[in-house]
């Protein structure tokens, strides 16, 4: 009964470059959460999706960053043109239920992407 | 909106000490969820509680107790006896309640205490 698994656990890319994020939620969850931590910092929301459904994207940034969660596969949020400050680490969570399960969220191990 | 915060940054204790990690939060539901999770150093999240906005009673799990104080809006968790493994960061976290609002799903994280636990 395997978790949340994200891949990968430390990717780094250069200034420019594209970096994807893979997300795989539990079995049965059909709901993908994304969260950035910045350095010494507390994860932000960025986006909530369900099967091909993007819910709330409020905390995405305009540019350079999308997601997608299709029929078919893990769920990917994709940087374009990385720049430094995209460094961070992206947790990925995912429930079953629209709202948290009765014991929260199950939070995946998270991908730290360094830009270099 | 929602906001969480944790006022102590940086919590440094001697092992078998006490230590309590303060949270207070700011929501206009009536209906909402508490949480707190634990980031060891290897990075990953591990879930501690979740507190319902109707069930103000306090809870305890070993070493781990969480005081909920809805007058005061605050969710405090106080680690008893601590020991080295607990040093980690620990973040307090709020969530709207109710059905039928999508939107309403994310969870929204404190800043984080990191707590020193020194042999």
Redesign the interface.
């Given at each position: 009964n395997a978790g949340v698994m994200q891949n990968p656990r430390h990717l780094v890319r250069r200034r420019g470059q594209e970096a994807r994020l893979r997300c795989s939620p539990m079995k049965g969850h059909s709901?993908v959460?994304w969260?950035r931590q910045l350095p010494e910092?507390?994860?932000?929301?960025m986006v909530?999706l369900q099967k091909e459904n993007i819910?709330?994207e409020?905390?995405m940034p305009k540019e350079r960053f999308s997601a997608e969660f299709p029929k078919e596969g893990p769920s990917i949020l994709r940087i374009q043109q990385v720049v430094r400050g995209d460094s961070a680490?992206y947790?990925c969570?995912s429930?079953p239920t629209?709202?948290?399960r009765?014991?929260?969220?199950?939070?995946?191990?998270?991908t730290?992407l360094t830009v270099v | 909106a929602q906001k969480?915060t944790?006022a102590q940054t940086e919590i440094s204790v001697v092992e078998k000490e006490d230590v309590t990690l303060d949270c207070v939060y700011e929501t206009r539901d009536t209906t909402y969820?508490l949480?707190w999770?634990k980031q060891p150093p290897s990075?990953?999240?591990v879930?501690l509680i979740?507190r319902n906005s109707f069930d103000e009673q306090n809870e305890i799990s070993g070493r781990y107790s969480w005081n909920f104080q809805k007058s005061t809006s605050s969710f405090n968790f106080t680690i008893t006896a601590s020991q080295v493994v607990d040093s980690a960061v620990y973040?307090c976290?709020l969530?709207k309640?109710?059905?039928?609002n999508?939107?309403?799903?994310?969870?929204?994280?404190?800043?984080?205490t990191r707590l020193m636990v020194k042999p």
């Open positions: 709901h959460y969260y910092e507390g994860l932000k929301f909530y819910i709330d409020s905390g680490a947790f969570a429930s629209q709202g948290a009765p014991y929260g969220y199950t939070f995946g191990s998270g730290r | 969480v944790q969820y949480f999770y990075g990953e999240l879930f979740r973040f976290a969530r309640g109710g059905k039928g999508n939107a309403g799903n994310m969870l929204t994280f404190g800043g984080g």
